[in-house]
């Protein structure tokens, strides 16, 4: 049974359009009407429409700096019934933040009442908070009754509001703005006036100056929270110029030392627009999460200003690396996206760099000089022909007065008798009789000639360019005096220093307790580590068949190096060894070491330490220890060794002279210089062989002979002038070694 479809209206007219371009002409519209009169400043005052309705609406209401406060609730329904009708939230909490000196740079309303806080704290309702205008808001208004800018009707088009405001200062950058639109967002952090002042004086006297010019001036943002950025001015610069970007915006802290060594951070100044309490709340997540292990405890101590306690695990801890820590896992140190997306002439939307923000504040400040002038030229004119008539009444006085009394039609007369202006006949027959009495030709002839000099002034500024941007410097220097930066509101708070260079520090190591171990390799390749230096190793059990290669003593935060056969090298880490207790592991476990690949060392990694590096064919090369060590278990390749040949050694490169011994138990001494230092590679020969290969090499001082441990582990020396016989240079056979050389060819 089919439904009943009702029928069109009759006698209207239906004409069938499609959904696409339905949907297209009504997306479009509200995406303009989002990007124009809701979410995108204009880039001359830096004012949203809802921001400059409110402080219009205020004006209206003269709540000028030093009246008394009204009501919110009075001033949001002014706005919403006459200018903004959008909603009463929307109003109070964007009147709320021009209020919030942690939020607005340069707060625009003076606030009386709760009005939040920087801990995510909302205002109170409007019928409990007042407000008034700020001395900044005044400037931003200042010449608005003097035709400086363009009015248009409102929404119910019964009264006028001003399409932007004369704004005496930068407010675009002084105060930046955020705002999310249709297809485009804006992000501009505030700045500080006085140096924008520097920037723009700058720029009028060079306007070929580039963006990075005037950063000299106006270094940076200057946030109202404070705070460090530790971006590089080159970075900035890059921001600046282009329009986008971002800042590291980083918390303000320093160390309070306590009693017996004991210390805590105090974090004074946190990033703009983190809120204190959700980033207290999330160090205390990551406390009993344990992913903060530096940290005992934190403490909020704030009153008017903000003080964070952070007290550490253990005063031997690294304070700033603390603080590196709670950098990289918490808000204590954001970023500021930067999109200095804005409608350029009030109409365009576009993305602008730092020179076109302050070039359209500029031009636009010249438009508003202009008109104010031609506005005071047309007020001092009128007065001038007023001042006039007013002459001619002092010089004829009693004939006025008789005219005034005995005529029918007194204004055509006085008009006809003195020729006089229907302006000037309307203004006398309009003056009351007792102003007359103070009526002095003095008087009269000095506001004329004063007038007269007024208009002659105007009249040059406006025919000269130079003149009219001469003004705007003594207008922009008066601003800087207001704004000085030695005065509370002037004094720049967001300073700059460059991060603290924590790219080698590994903080993962940091969180590892440091405790003495042994590390002990079988001669199979298994490894393990003993808690403490355990200097007797007797009593360890192995696998059948396996037995005790060798032991070092190290720490659990040190590296191990591993030399595998076939050239590469990989690092392994003390903490994460196999404990002592069992019978270890295979290295091959814990790096990727290839099947064929056999383990030709294991020793402990030294910063800055030299090791010289020999395959079993006699070549080598001395290798810096900081150059093998790797992020992977794939390793690094160290030594390029072609089939049949192996890496052989790897022995510490600390001494002058390098005692090679073959296989074929051939000796060789020569001068360490001739050994050549690389990170990788084949290296040079060391020592010539007819048959067999490299046996062992060694490092020493020539000045304290050459030493060598026997099976007994007893030690043996020649002395320097014993060795004449065997001192010759890199790459010859050698000789026979002394008597009681090992017969392993090792040095032991």
């Given amino acids: 049974m089919g439904r009943n479809v009702a029928a069109p209206p009759s006698g209207g007219h239906t004409e069938p359009i499609k959904l696409r371009e339905a ?137 006028r509001e001003p399409i932007v405001l004369p704004a005496a200062i930068p407010n675009l950058l002084a105060n930046g703005a955020q705002g999310i639109a249709v297809g485009m967002a804006t992000s501009i952090p505030p700045h500080n006036i006085a140096e924008l002042c520097d920037a723009a004086l700058y720029l009028i006297a060079h306007k070929n100056a580039d963006d990075a010019q005037l950063l000299t001036f106006a270094p940076g943002p200057d946030f109202p929270t404070g705070g460090i950025i530790v971006d590089s001015r080159e970075q900035i610069a890059e921001s600046y110029r282009t329009g986008r970007g971002s800042f590291r915006v980083r918390a303000r802290w320093h160390k309070e030392d306590g009693a017996r060594g004991a210390w805590v951070a105090v974090v004074t100044e946190i990033p703009y627009m983190v809120q204190k309490s959700r980033l207290i709340e999330k160090i205390a997540e990551l406390l009993n999460e344990k992913k903060l ?115 029918e039609e007194p204004k055509d007369v006085l008009k006809a008798t003195f020729a006089l202006t229907e302006i000037q006949a309307n203004y006398i027959l309009d003056t009351r009789l007792r102003s007359l009495r103070r009526l002095e030709e003095m008087q009269l002839r000095r506001e004329f000639e004063e007038l007269t000099k007024e208009k002659d002034d105007i009249q040059k500024l406006l025919g000269d360019d130079a003149r009219q941007w001469r003004t705007i410097t003594a207008e922009v220097r008066d601003i800087k005096k207001r704004f000085a930066p030695d005065s509370k509101l002037g004094k720049r708070r967001t300073t700059f220093e460059d991060a603290p260079d924590m790219a080698d520090v590994d903080l993962a190591a940091t969180l590892i307790e440091r405790e003495p171990i042994t590390v002990v390799i079988s001669e199979k390749g298994w490894i393990r580590a003993l808690k403490g230096h355990v200097a007797d190793l007797a009593s360890l059990q192995f696998k059948a068949g396996d037995k005790l290669g060798h032991a070092f003593f190290t720490e659990t935060t040190e590296k191990i190096l591993v030399l595998a056969s076939d050239g590469r090298i990989y690092t392994l880490e003390a903490a994460k060894l196999p404990g002592g207790r069992g019978q270890g592991e295979p290295i091959r476990l814990v790096a990727d070491i290839s099947e064929d690949a056999g383990i030709v060392a294991v020793f402990p990694y030294v910063a800055g330490e030299k090791r010289l590096v020999a395959s079993s064919d006699g070549r080598g ?128």
């Avoid at 302050?358 to 007020?379: G, I």
């Avoid at 790897?650 to 073959?662: F, Q, S, T, Y």
């Fill in 23 to 159: 949907l297209e002409e009504r997306y479009l519209a509200y995406a303009l009407s989002t990007i124009m009169d809701r979410a995108l400043p204009d880039a001359r005052d830096g004012l949203k429409p809802v921001h400059r309705r409110i402080l219009y609406g205020m004006q209206i209401l003269r709540l000028d700096p030093g009246t008394p406060f009204k009501k919110c609730a009075k001033i949001v329904g002014d706005v919403m019934g006459s200018f903004h009708p959008h909603g009463d939230q929307a109003i109070y909490d964007a009147l709320v933040r021009l209020a919030q000196d942690f939020s607005s740079r340069y707060p625009l309303i003076d606030g009386q009442g709760n009005f939040g806080n920087i801990d995510g704290d909302g205002a109170a309702a409007y019928r409990y908070t007042e407000a008034r205008m700020t001395e900044v808001a005044r400037l931003l208004l200042e010449g608005i009754g003097e035709d400086a800018i363009d009015f248009r009707e409102n929404y119910s088009g019964d009264q």
């Fill in 621 to 748: 090369f001395v290798a810096p220890c900081d150059d093998m060590v790797g992020g992977t278990r794939k390793g690094k390749m160290l030594l390029n060794v072609e089939a049949p040949a192996t890496a052989a050694v790897i022995v510490p490169a600390a001494g002058d002279h390098v005692a090679v011994i073959g296989q074929n138990r051939k000796l060789l001494v020569f001068p360490f210089d001739q050994v050549p230092e690389m990170a990788r590679g084949k290296g040079v020969r060391l020592q010539k062989y007819r048959d067999g290969g490299i046996a062992d090499a060694k490092v020493f001082a020539l000045s304290e002979g050459l030493t060598w441990h026997d099976s007994a582990g007893r030690t043996f020396t020649v002395a320097r002038r014993d060795l004449r016989d065997w001192i010759g240079t890199r790459a010859e056979a050698g000789r026979l070694p002394p008597k009681g050389f090992p017969k392993n060819n090792k040095f032991g």
């Fill in 293 to 407: 292990p530096l940290v005992a405890d934190i403490h909020d101590e704030s009153a008017e200003d903000i003080r964070i306690v952070i007290e550490p695990r253990s005063r031997t801890i690294d304070c700033a690396l603390m603080m590196e820590q709670l950098f990289r896992l918490t808000e204590l140190e954001s970023r500021f996206a930067m999109n200095m997306n804005v409608l350029v002439d009030g109409v365009v939307p576009r993305v602008i760099s730092f020179k076109e923000a302050l070039q359209q504040w500029l031009d636009h400040r010249r438009s508003v000089l202009v008109r104010r002038s031609r506005f005071r030229l047309a007020e001092i004119e009128h007065r001038l022909e007023v001042v006039a008539g007013m002459q001619i009444v002092f010089l004829n006085l009693d004939e006025v007065i008789r005219i005034i009394r005995e005529e």
